[in-house]
């Protein structure tokens, strides 16, 4: 069962006037407000929109978002609902806040092979938090820990909240990352490039994954309202989208 469909409309009973709620249920099969934005600017992947669901494909080990928004977004939570249907390697499912251009902090539970030092390769799986450009290899870690992968052929829910520089993250409504600041001195900031993640988009993705993507909502005090409660058709909708805006 799929958490936001039952939490949709609290979310319209309980924000105030000024908080904007944007949604994405897919169910229009509209893709206009996405653009994808791929590590190290790979080849574009492969999403589909199938029932009212995003359905995407990736085969290889290099992340792939779809993102949404602008850089006057500001502080806000976004949340999604995932089903991973296969993994087909080393692989990650992600969530993306402050994105802009090819800059972004995300989040994501994945499998990676860790090499510390000397010592040999380990296969761990885990859920990092880090900040960087996406068009490069170096990035700065907010938090990580080791974390079981999510769960195939069954609906997960990933939320990450971003408020001024303090980064929090749930993974199944457990906060797997508490409130975390992310601060670099603006010496590094400058030397670095950094553009200090105050403001930004949304985005989520994969690596290594075929999974469905739905309800990915977004809601804050400068968040642009869209969408809302929708009634599913009962006909398959299949939408092959294949000129996505890129960076």
Not at 35 to 60: C, I, K, P, T, Y
Not at 121 to 135: N, Q, S
Not at 209 to 238: C, E, H, M, Q, W
Request: hydrophobic share 45%; proline share 4%.
């Amino acid at each position: 069962m799929k958490f936001t469909r039952v939490t949709i409309l609290l979310f319209f009973l309980s924000f105030s006037a000024s908080a904007g709620i944007f949604i994405e249920t897919f169910d229009n099969g509209d893709l206009e407000d996405w653009q994808e934005l791929v590590q190290l600017n790979q080849a574009s992947g492969f999403w589909e929109v199938v029932d009212g669901e995003l359905h995407a494909v990736s085969r290889e080990t290099f992340v792939r978002l779809l993102t949404t928004g602008d850089d006057t977004w500001e502080n806000y939570t976004v949340e999604f609902d995932v089903k991973p249907l296969k993994k087909h390697g080393i692989g990650e499912i992600s969530i993306a806040v402050r994105v802009q251009g090819t800059w972004l902090v995300y989040c994501t539970v994945h499998d990676p092979v860790v090499i510390i030092g000397d010592d040999p390769a380990v296969h761990e799986t885990r859920m990092d938090c880090v900040a960087g450009d996406l068009h490069d290899i170096v990035f700065t870690p907010l938090d990580g820990a080791h974390h079981p992968l999510l769960k195939l052929n069954k609906w997960s829910h990933l939320k990450l909240d971003v408020s001024g520089n303090i980064f929090t993250f749930w993974v199944n409504e457990k906060q797997v990352m508490a409130p975390t600041e992310f601060q670099l001195p603006k010496i590094v900031q400058d030397r670095l490039g950094f553009p200090g993640f105050l403001t930004g988009g949304v985005g989520f993705g994969l690596a290594n994954y075929t999974a469905r993507f739905d309800n990915i909502t977004v809601t804050g005090d400068g968040i642009p309202n869209k969408g809302g409660l929708a009634v599913r058709s009962k006909g398959k909708l299949a939408i092959m989208w294949g000129n996505l805006k890129r960076f």
